[in-house]
């Protein structure tokens, strides 16, 4: 099973380290699929905003909702991230060299989200890369039955990771 996770205690570092690792990809050739996250600050106002833009050259999609000053609710746009969910399957092909996802999260953990695609990409033999935050590491971990690489954030071991493995990279045409 070629599936790795990253993990980090920094607001956003895994998001900026795996739209890092997206790009070092494409530029190389490889043809990449899933969503990078975009978090944007909001003015004095709350949580910030977080958007998912579709690997690789796919909308931006807003996936957060803003419940107001002080409100304690979930934020995330279950619809958006659906909608995420739906352009990256749609994007998946057999040319895809990885899929990289922002987030193992909530959703996924419950047996939503990019769950199914994940499978999806590891039944076709495409590598997964995704964020595992510490909440949903149990989670993760049972869903992949434990065989998922732990990766530091360093863009030379994602690199590596990919490099080793053993099957031949699919690049764009």
Not at 47 to 66: F, T
Not at 70 to 89: D, F, H
Not at 159 to 172: E, H, K, M, N, Q
Request: aromatic share 6%; net charge neutral.
């Amino acid at each position: 099973m070629n599936i790795a996770y990253i993990t980090s205690t920094q607001r956003g570092e895994a998001d900026r380290a795996l739209a890092q690792f997206a790009a070092r990809l494409a530029a190389r050739g490889t043809r990449v699929a899933g969503v990078v996250q975009i978090n944007t600050e909001r003015q004095g106002d709350g949580p910030c905003d977080m958007d998912v833009r579709v690997l690789p050259d796919g909308p931006v999609i807003r996936i957060s909702q803003y419940l107001g000053r002080g409100a304690k609710g979930c934020r995330l746009n279950a619809a958006a991230l659906e909608q995420a969910v739906a352009e990256v399957a749609a994007g998946l092909s057999d040319e895809t060299g990885i899929l990289i996802l922002n987030k193992f999260g909530k959703h996924e953990a419950e047996g939503r989200g990019f769950r199914e695609l994940i499978g999806e990409a590891l039944m076709r033999d495409i590598p997964v890369i995704t964020g595992v935050n510490a909440l949903n590491l149990e989670a993760f971990l049972e869903f992949t039955g434990g065989l998922a690489a732990p990766l530091p954030l360093c863009q030379d071991a994602l690199t590596g990771w990919f490099d080793a493995l053993s099957r031949p990279v699919r690049r764009v045409a």
